[in-house]
Nanobody
């Protein structure tokens, strides 16, 4: 069984920073890729970024490129999302996800496991 637990969300002013964490437990050695998605009220779940777990290569949505950075700590089975220069439009519930198979990683249907989400609110 795999569990993903996000933490680090909160309220921040525009221009500020937050770092989200996603701690994985269980059969984490089987992960090919992990990713971050977000969902604002009334909107569909949106791709934020993804990382190939062993290679460490990352890919981001254009809306966050240059502001958000994904990193991972193999020893702790934890993925991070460093968010800088936050904007009010970044307000959403942020979810981490993990995929066991070889996928591109930009679509939520490609992922096998999901966390419960953490709220990020950016005030103007």
């Amino acid at each position: 069984q795999v569990q993903l637990v996000e933490s680090g969300g909160g309220l921040v002013q525009a221009g500020g920073s937050l770092r989200l964490s996603c701690a994985a437990s269980g059969r984490t050695f089987s992960f090919y890729r992990m990713g971050w998605f977000r969902q604002a009220p009334g909107k569909e779940r949106e791709f934020v970024g993804t990382v190939r777990w062993t290679a460490g290569t990352t890919y981001y949505a254009d809306s966050v490129k240059g502001r958000f950075t994904i990193s991972r700590d193999d020893a702790k089975n934890t993925m991070y999302l460093q968010m800088n220069s936050l904007k009010p439009e970044d307000t959403a519930v942020y979810y981490c996800a993990a995929a066991r198979t070889v996928v591109v990683g930009t679509k939520h249907g490609e992922y096998d496991y999901w966390g419960q989400g953490t709220q990020v609110t950016v005030s103007s």
